[in-house]
């Protein structure tokens, strides 16, 4: 299965600024997902990065606050913006490979906003 | 809705002891059937799934789930539990929804081992 390089592990941010996660895959993968998971909760969707084309985000998520880049097959950034204390949250990055195989996850940027 | 459904939200077991994790999913057709496991401060490893065929499945350290269509259950077993189990379990499904493939994740069962 795919190695999933997530970056940074954790940070803790003021309000108001950004910060820009790093998902670096060591194969080439078809689909990249974002997902956050809030204290306590399961996972919810972001979006799906699409290479070469504009994110499509989930019900409830917008470009502007969470612009997503995806230059190539094995590498994809989030960046959450303007932050605030609600954007505190586990942020997961994962592939899924060809066929419907299943995803496979990073280890999660843990973002603490005060 | 298409939903998964974790109804046990902590589970606390003795370690040796047998463990099963329910999950419950509402989609009209028969969907992939995922299990993961996540401990803290880490992400989440898949431990088995299920695509079609035999509906016992064996997964990594011990575990294997059955698929039972009647039901709509994908099950987590483990017959002996031991105490780096204490984790957080997460049933997942992969389905076509409204045009496009997306996985749904239930809400998770948190297990902890007694040693």
């Known amino acids: 299965s795919a190695v999933i390089s997530q970056k940074p592990s954790r940070d803790i941010c003021q309000r108001g600024t950004s910060l820009t996660i790093q998902c670096q895959v060591d194969?080439?993968?078809?689909?990249m997902f974002w997902y956050r998971q809030q204290p306590g909760q399961s996972l919810t969707l972001i979006a799906t990065?699409?290479?070469?084309?504009?994110?499509?985000?989930e019900s409830g998520f917008v470009i502007d606050k969470f612009p997503i880049s995806r230059p190539n097959l094995t590498f994809s950034t989030l960046t959450v913006s303007n932050m605030s204390p609600e954007d505190s949250s586990i942020y997961l990055c994962?592939?899924?490979?060809?066929?419907?195989?299943?995803?496979?996850f990073g280890n999660g940027t843990r973002l603490t906003v005060t | 809705a298409q939903s998964v459904t974790q109804p046990d939200i902590h589970i606390t077991v003795s370690e040796g002891a047998s463990l099963e994790l329910r999950c419950n999913y509402s989609?009209?057709?028969?969907?992939?059937l995922f299990w993961y496991v996540q401990s803290p401060g880490q992400g989440l490893q898949l431990l088995l799934k299920?695509?079609?065929?035999?509906?016992l499945v064996q997964g990594i350290k011990g575990f294997e789930a059955e698929f039972k269509r009647s039901q709509s259950s994908f099950n987590l077993r483990k017959p002996s539990v031991h105490w780096s189990d204490a984790a957080e379990y997460f049933c997942?499904?992969?389905?076509?929804?409204?045009?496009?493939?997306?996985?749904?994740f239930g809400t998770g069962t948190r297990l902890k081992v007694l040693a």
């Open positions: 989609y009209g057709a028969t969907p992939y």
């Open positions: 997942a499904v992969g389905a076509h929804l409204s045009g496009t493939y997306k996985y749904i």
């Open positions: 299920y695509f079609s065929g035999d509906t």
């Open positions: 994962s592939v899924e490979g060809q066929g419907r195989s299943p995803l496979h």
């Open positions: 990065a699409n290479q070469g084309s504009e994110a499509t985000y």
């Open positions: 194969s080439q993968v078809t689909m």
